[in-house]
């Protein structure tokens, strides 16, 4: 059936998160404080696929200036509320999204206690004073609301995530294909056999799959080794010797993949470390009637692999990619993965389905898509937790990086990152935030420098943070349209991420620097 | 509280820019006097446009030759239902000088080819927010062809942007003087092509029994006709025939929506990606009129589906070998199999190498004409070569010119049978 216009207006999109990522991001409602330009940009790219509903927090009124750096105030709207005006003028660009316009000061709200913040699925928070953001980063991490916080300063851009906890299932990885050409199960084992290549007339001989040949090879490879796969590079290459041997005409595409493939049997089929990490974490050791989905299937999937039968390996994907063969041959391989993933499910969901009972949980709570997508993409599920903003300057990402950044010969990124959060600090403290703030000057220097000793103790300045205070200085406290955009980009994407609950997010900062045109991140 | 760097940073000398520079009121002249050319007013053009404008460029250029799908507004913001149908470089260049006050755009709706070498020339410089890699190469080849080694102002720079879902590039070209884009093609991927006999014969994929609705079916059930790829019941009537045989086959997968994707060779675009890859280009406009700080030197990628990663390094020139920006005799080395027929070697690697990847490609070495596609003469003259072996009519030492409508140069290469 033709796709509705929906579906046609957000084709580019769908193809990246499907459908349940389209519902998700329309079931959301983010919020902005401070329509500042940065934050105006990244609102456009969550109104344009189609967030559910936004509101704008601000209370000041647009001025000549702001004209100059946000693309969503015009002329006839100097004077007017800002808040009203950045949602008129982004709501022009999707019918389908709700905008709602608060007119009200940022910074009082958050120190209202009244205010509901649980109506919001994230906030982004822009050019506001880092006291009030601390603050407000409290609240909405005791609330687990992620929470972006994003500046920029002259060619420079600061964003982080502040966000407790995301699991991911459907993490997009480049392929899901898992061969287990090490671990082969009855049935491909019996479909291997079937095949007798001497036999075989040369037509059918070159459409053999080649995991049917490497099968084969490694069997009689088996025999002749005591039972055992060829694991040094010297096996490897006597092995890919014997297949080649065994090619009956130089021009087999079959006998091309096989070869090339022949790495693949030197990686032993296990759990990979980080799903190893994922399910040994602590969470699930009490589970109870109110824990999420992730974790109930995390539990399960262990149960699952430490189940006798399935010898410690996860759920099959039962993806198989093109490789030469005739179409039977080929959709018969791909019908024997597909039931050993059918199989694999099948026990997947018997081992939740006695879970979910012991959680006092109906069988049918966990519906059969999430529990095949699970099974599909469980050796690439990603568990991301944040930190406060608080420990930043104690954490060990902060630690190693700053030890990291003395050994660097050129300009290292996270000189940048300091003296751009010190600015933050330094505006914090000086009252720049005020309707009529002042610009940062020369003579603010060594206020910045003293700043940086006083946090980042014991560590005085080195050239490297100087250079950037200076060029900080230069600017004024200004803005570039293009950084401001660039950041408005990026933290829509982390957002999406968020909210589609796909792809892999950022953990936790980034730094831009539009002079080197290098972004870096780190965990702090 | 907004400021606006701009006023501020034009005043003082910083830390990072180069010695040369020579702050001042003048240097807000030459931005708003220079002109500047953007191509495409798609995903990228949009947020370039937008960006230009607030940057203080105040007479910007715009080419497009396309008209406005519904496909576009998830991310091309300058464009709403109502204008489905009407010249994207039109209805953006209308919009951007409404709400951007003193900012002068001149749409041209068309095609890049149709302008010539005096009308690129007013340019102080280029910025590219294509789909297309033959245009880029068009408008590359131009840009380094108008290179006079005499005059400084006729090296425009030309910034490039490319998208993906959630990858892309920016990039800074001086042509003749950095790495162009000719000197990068073959960083581009081999394009994902099946063969024919797998689509007649062993169909695995699904892509394989759309590729058989599209390539086979439709020239024998309409011959002559010619297929619109933007017209819905030809899509629809693919998509039928294609999982038809699907089923026929026990092939699963094919839908609606990847018969779409396969035959218009559909790229997944996003309004952010395009906003972080046109911001650090126009980023770069910036800084190359004003010289307020140094430039990219020369590339950044940008990746953003497992956290954020971005790679900025320096692509090298091809002094030699490049076919456009080349220095010396430079030629490409092709390696073909001994017994490849020039019809084979056409269409299995002229038209599908990164590097070369012609559409319809004329050739010639100095002895002889092996193919040409134009006039119909020397076509009919020249056909019967297709079925011959090259080795019967190239020698290794000999040169191979392939010229092709699209590109604005030719290609010379040599052959090593293998």
Excluded at chain 2, 222 to 238: A, R
Excluded at chain 2, 357 to 386: C, D, G, H, I, M
Aim: proline share 5%; net charge negative.
């Amino acid at each position: 059936m033709p796709p509705s216009e929906r579906d046609r207006k957000y084709d580019r999109q769908l193809r990246l998160w499907a459908g349940t990522g389209q519902a998700a991001l329309e079931a959301s409602h983010v919020a902005l404080l401070n329509a500042s330009a940065t934050g105006c940009e990244l609102m456009k790219n969550l109104i344009l696929p189609g967030v559910g509903e936004f509101t704008i927090i601000d209370d000041s009124l647009v001025k000549p200036d702001d004209l100059k750096l946000n693309f969503f105030f015009n002329d006839e709207s100097v004077g007017s509320p800002r808040s009203v005006i950045a949602c008129k003028l982004l709501g022009e660009l999707n019918q389908d999204t709700r905008g709602h316009a608060l007119f009200q000061n940022p910074e009082v709200l958050i120190n209202d206690v009244d205010f509901q913040w649980d109506k919001f699925s994230v906030v982004i928070i822009t050019n506001i004073s880092e006291s009030s953001v601390r603050k407000l980063s409290n609240i909405l991490w005791n609330k687990s609301i992620p929470l972006i916080y994003v500046y920029t300063v002259g060619f420079y851009g600061y964003l982080r995530v502040i966000n407790r906890e995301i699991t991911i299932v459907d993490t997009h990885p480049e392929s899901l294909v898992d061969l287990r050409l090490d671990q082969p199960w009855p049935e491909l084992i019996d479909y291997t056999m079937s095949f007798d290549l001497d036999s075989l007339p040369i037509l059918d001989y070159a459409h053999v799959p080649f995991v049917v040949l490497i099968l084969k090879f490694i069997d009689q490879w088996k025999s002749a080794h005591n039972g055992l796969m060829p694991g040094t590079y010297e096996e490897r290459t006597q092995f890919k010797q014997l297949i080649n041997d065994a090619r009956k005409a130089s021009d087999l595409e079959n006998f091309d993949e096989a070869l090339a493939s022949v790495w693949r049997i030197s990686q032993k089929t296990t759990i990979p470390p980080d799903i190893l990490a994922i399910l040994n974490d602590p969470s699930i050791d009490n589970l109870n009637e109110e824990s999420p989905d992730f974790w109930v299937l995390v539990k399960a999937l262990k149960r699952f692999t430490e189940a006798p039968r399935n010898n410690g390996l996860l759920p099959l994907s039962g993806v198989l990619f093109d490789m030469k063969a005739d179409t039977n041959n080929y959709i018969r391989l791909q019908t024997i993965y597909r039931e050993k993933s059918l199989a694999d499910v099948h026990f997947f969901t018997e081992l939740l389905n006695e879970l979910l009972l012991e959680l006092n949980r109906p069988s049918s709570s966990i519906s059969s898509e999430e529990i095949k997508l699970f099974c599909k993409n469980c050796r690439y599920l990603n568990v991301t937790r944040g930190s406060k903003l608080d420990s930043e300057f104690s954490s060990e990402g902060f630690r190693s990086a700053y030890e990291l950044a003395a050994f660097s010969e050129n300009h290292d990124p996270f000189y940048t990152y300091l003296a751009l959060r010190v600015y933050s600090l330094f505006l914090d403290k000086n009252w720049y935030y005020s309707e009529n703030g002042k610009q940062i000057t020369s003579r603010d220097d060594v206020e910045l420098k003293n700043l940086f000793k006083s946090i980042i103790t014991p560590f005085p300045t080195v050239p490297a943070v100087e250079k950037v205070f200076s060029e900080i200085i230069r600017t004024g406290s200004g803005e570039f349209h293009n950084i401001c955009s660039f950041m408005g980009g990026i933290g829509a994407q982390e957002i999406l991420k968020l909210l589609t609950w796909q792809y892999i997010p950022l953990n936790n900062t980034i730094i831009y620097d539009g002079i080197f045109g290098t972004t870096k991140t780190w965990k702090l | 509280m907004t400021i606006n760097a701009l006023d501020r940073v034009i005043e003082i000398i910083g830390p990072f820019t180069d010695e040369s520079y020579v702050p001042g009121p003048h240097v807000k002249e030459f931005l708003e006097n220079s002109k500047v050319l953007v191509i495409g007013a798609g995903g990228l053009g949009c947020e370039i446009l937008k960006n230009l404008a607030l940057s203080g460029f105040k007479d910007i250029h715009v080419i497009d030759m396309d008209t406005i799908d519904i496909s576009n507004l998830n991310r091309q913001f300058l464009f709403r239902a109502a204008d489905i149908g009407k010249p994207k470089a039109t209805v953006a260049a209308e919009f951007v000088s409404k709400r951007v006050k003193g900012v002068k755009i001149t749409p041209y709706f068309g095609k890049i080819q149709e302008k010539n070498e005096e009308y690129y020339s007013q340019f102080t410089l280029v910025v590219c927010g294509l789909d297309s890699v033959e245009a880029r190469r068009w408008i590359n080849a131009l840009l380094v062809n108008m290179v006079d080694d005499e005059n400084p102002e006729s090296i425009k720079p030309l910034i490039d942007g490319g998208t993906e879902g959630f990858k892309g590039q920016a990039r800074v070209i001086i042509p003749t003087i950095s790495s162009c884009y000719e000197c990068s093609l073959d960083m581009l991927g081999k394009q994902q092509t099946y063969p024919i006999c797998t689509i007649a014969n062993t169909p695995r994929l699904p892509e394989h029994c759309i590729e058989w609705a599209s390539e086979l079916e439709w020239v024998k059930v309409f011959p002559g006709k010619k297929l619109d790829k933007d017209n819905m019941e030809n899509i629809q009537w693919l998509y039928e025939v294609a999982l038809q045989r699907a089923n026929e086959f026990k092939i699963t997968g094919v839908t609606y929506s990847l018969t779409q994707g396969v035959i218009k060779n559909i790229i997944p675009s996003i309004a952010s990606t395009n906003a972080v890859i046109a911001a650090a280009c126009c980023n770069e406009a910036l800084k190359i009129v004003t010289s307020v700080n140094p430039y990219l030197d020369n590339y950044m990628m940008y990746t953003g589906n497992e956290g954020v990663y971005t790679y900025t390094f320096q692509h090298q020139r091809k002094e030699k070998d490049c076919p456009v920006c080349g220095k010396g005799n430079g030629y490409l080395t092709v390696s073909i199999p001994k017994d490849i027929t020039l019809e084979d070697f056409i269409t299995e690697e002229l038209m599908l190498r990164p590097d070369i990847k012609v559409k319809s490609p004329s050739l010639r070495t100095v002895r002889t004409v092996l193919y040409f596609q134009w006039p119909p003469q020397l076509k009919e003259a020249t056909e019967r070569n297709l079925s011959k072996k090259m080795i019967e009519l190239v020698n290794e030492d000999e040169e191979i010119v392939i010229t092709d409508p699209a590109l604005p140069f030719s290609l010379r290469l040599r052959l090593f049978y293998e």
